[in-house]
């Protein structure tokens, strides 16, 4: 087994809280029912030709153009008009640090470990997601889907990630919180962890860095 040089992290639901609990609480600062809110989201898929959100994460749209066509959407599924200024903002302002992971991945940085986040993100929120945790001061390299212009799960953002870290698939392990997003890497040849809790991933990484297989 060759022996890992880089571990790799998503950033949201990850190094933060989940991301379903902040757009909960979007959705009741908001006053947008659960249903109306993916109603509304189907809506603008329909009239954009495409996931809109899909089209924001590799920065195709605009922050301001998804949250047009998500408000139409919304207000087509509710009869009535919606308020969503300030999405991104209200977003993250109920998203928290995963500080416990966080000191780990320092931790591995201080082992030796080269360290990389690989993220699915939209351009206008880059200071706000930045300003959670010293992300400069643990990963020496960013891949973010809005600024590379493609997303996890398509092959080309995995390959493009290591071509940064000028390192084989084998040498790198990857940690995210969609299993869909590890088995890509899984199928370039990268190790992977789907992370469902702290315990869990901290006990998985540990285990393949000491070269035990970690569970999946």
Sequence with gaps: MTAVEAVVSDFGGVLTTPLLEAFAALQAAKQIPLEAFGGGLARAAERYGEQPLHALETG?????EFVALLG???AEVLGRPVELDGFGAAFFAALRPNEELFAFMRELR???YRMAILTNNVREWEPLWR???PIDEVFELVVDS???GVRKP????YELLLSR???PAGATVFLDDLEVNCEAARALGMHAVHFRDNDQAIAELQALLDGAPAAR
């Design 60 to 64: 195709a749209i605009s922050e301001r």
């Design 72 to 74: 139409d959407g919304i």
């Design 110 to 112: 201080g082992r030796g």
């Design 131 to 133: 300003a959670m945790l």
């Design 146 to 148: 809005a600024f590379v």
């Design 154 to 157: 398509d092959p080309a953002i």
């Design 165 to 167: 870290l000028g390192l």
